[in-house]
T-cell receptor, first 110, second 113 residues
Framework: AQRVTQPEKLLSVFKGAPVELKCNYSYSGSPELFWYVQYSRQRLQLLLR??SRESIKGFTADLNKGETSFHLKKPFAQEEDSAMYYC????????????FGKGTKLSVKP | SQTIHQWPATLVQPVGSPLSLECTVE??????LYWYRQAAGRGLQLLFY??????ISSEVPQNLSASRPQDRQFILSSKKLLLSDSGFYLC????????????FGQGTRLTVV
């Protein structure tokens, strides 16, 4: 069965420190991977997607098919990065069914 | 532009009462529609998804059901609420392709007392 695992419930770092939010997935086909973010009192929204291969707000994520991972990284964390981060996997062929990990709460301290 | 409306924002219901949460999407046709439940420590759990009118898939067995009476309307229901149904419910839509972004509603905080 398809599964997304985020092993850390909470990640706390100081401002300026590097950040890595871990995500592993389980899927036999070729999935599309995403990171979603939910800032305090805001809607859950897309942060970045694998297919775009872009950096958003300084965050990047590389798909490692050998390790079935899609870790989210940022070299220098900012206080405004504090939020809940969800890794997501889209499968199901053209119908695009979306499942999420349990989320990691990132706290960036001043 | 596309928008998604979800209501009510908060709801307090007694155990055993029925439930109806509504979600509507504007500005797009034939979207994929989703109901998720968000709980602390359990993350974002997919409850139902729909790829078309009258087509509902359930991801987990539970006390809830979903219906899609119109193309852009998705309803989450229960005949008799349980205490364990308390939580934060999110509706979302996407264009249905494997690479498409999902857009989320503001959510409904349901408290069953």
């Amino acid at each position: 069965a398809q599964r997304v695992t985020q092993p850390e419930k909470l990640l706390s770092v100081f401002k300026g420190a590097p950040v890595e939010l871990k995500c592993n997935y389980s899927y036999s086909g070729s999935p599309e991977l995403f990171w979603y973010v939910q800032y305090s009192r805001q809607r859950l929204q897309l942060l970045l997607r694998h297919i775009s291969r872009e950096s958003i707000k300084g965050f990047t994520a590389d798909l490692n098919k050998g390790e079935t991972s899609f870790h989210l990284k940022k070299p220098f964390a900012q206080e405004e990065d504090s939020a809940m981060y969800y890794c997501a996997l889209n499968y199901g062929g053209s119908q695009g069914n979306l499942i999420f990990g349990k989320g990691t709460k990132l706290s960036v301290k001043p | 532009s596309q928008t998604i409306h979800q209501w009510p924002a908060t709801l307090v219901q007694p155990v055993g009462s029925p439930l109806s949460l509504e979600c509507t999407v504007e500005g797009t046709s034939n979207p994929n529609l989703y109901w998720y439940r968000q709980a602390a420590g359990r993350g974002l759990q997919l409850l139902f998804y729909s790829v078309g009118i009258g087509q509902i898939s359930s991801e987990v067995p539970q006390n809830l059901s979903a219906s899609r009476p119109q193309d852009r309307q998705f309803i989450l229901s229960s005949k008799k609420l349980l205490l364990s149904d308390s939580g934060f419910y999110l509706c979302a839509w996407s264009t249905g392709t494997i690479v498409s972004e999902a857009f989320f509603g503001q959510g409904t905080r349901l408290t069953v007392v």
